[in-house]
């Protein structure tokens, strides 16, 4: 058993040589790619990830006030691919705990040495067990991120990739859905920028029972949509909502989800601001749909007035407790705090606004 003398020296000896999960990867002789996978699923590009490390940028994806990271990497000589799923603290300006980072890169060291492509033994695997910055990602992030790491690393579609196509294709009935996999329908959203991957894909969408449509939308916020995709998937949306059916709120969820990484898209935009402004006996602005847009569509906020007309709904339809929590949410957002600052002070807002924001300072 490793005594606290020897913890701390190997700490130090860690720390001593290596200051950065990107150089302890580098000194391992691997190839990497690092994905935030708190919100959705974003790849975080080499220099972006070094820039958090170093604490040069806060992190662009906060959520619950962590880092929530997807880092794969593999050796040259062998492409299959390890996986660590890591979390960290963040502080109030959004800016990587440092000390758990450095504490994550200790316990690895410790427990691999230099080889982080061995296969752990007992005792390896209890000590990686034991890291408190391990987390387990819900199963359809899991999914999407193993379609995506086998394109990324040039392996093969999973074995369920050739059933969701045929399913998609519509050569079955449409009700014959049992057999389709999830991680085959992440298989094949990852390709959706292929030409043919697309028109399946329009051909399909009008025609797909819950129990397909709904994993289906979960891939598909990953990926940014060709506008038709986008047009059908809003029509779908404002089809439900015309028919009135409650019974429809989580598939209008799922599709709304849909288009987080197309949010930034003009008819997106549009769309998700026709929410906001509308009623919410038109609009479906229910609790869940306001959290899907703070949570996942976050980024088609570009402005002070958007904003502002998002908490205005907010307090005019949804209890305080739920304008609180999301309120917290995006202010922590670095890309949207400058403008929820600016929220908090117009003059604009109104008095059930500024009561509700006054109401955050109280103990």
Known sequence: MTSLFDYYFIYYLAMSTITSISELLKLSGSQYRVF?????????????????????????????GHAFLAITFWQKQNSQPYLWFVKF???????LN????????????????????????????????????HFTPPQYKLAYLNSL????????????????????????????WQSVGVQGLNDFAVRLSDKSTQKTLLNALPHLPEPVLHPLCSALENVKLPVDVIDVLIAKFKHNVISKDNSQTAELSFLLRSLS????????????????NQSSSDAFFSEEIAIVIAGRCWQVFN??????????????QQEVE??????????????LRPLVFQCMRSPNRSDALSKAIGMLFQR
């Open 261 to 276: 990484s197309s949010c930034e898209h003009p008819h997106v935009v549009q769309f998700i601001d026709s929410l906001i």
């Open 89 to 95: 603290p963040l502080d109030e300006r959004g800016l």
């Open 303 to 316: 402005n002070e007035q958007q904003i502002m007309n998002f908490f205005e709904s907010l307090i005019a």
């Open 149 to 176: 790491i086998s394109v990324e690393t040039n392996n093969k579609n999973s074995q369920y990739f050739s059933g969701a196509l045929s399913y998609l294709t519509g050569e079955n009935n449409w009700q014959d």
């Open 36 to 64: 935030d996978i708190g919100r959705k699923i974003d790849k975080l590009s080499k220099e972006t990830f070094t820039k958090i490390e170093s604490n040069q940028i806060p992190y662009p994806f906060p959520s619950q």
């Open 322 to 335: 739920v304008f609180q929590a999301i309120f917290k949410d995006l202010v922590a957002i670095p890309s």
């Open 98 to 133: 440092l000390v758990a980072r450095d504490h994550f890169i200790a316990i690895i060291i410790e427990a691999l040495g230099a080889e982080l492509d061995t296969t752990p033994n007992e005792k390896q695997e209890e000590l990686l067990k034991s890291n408190p910055y």
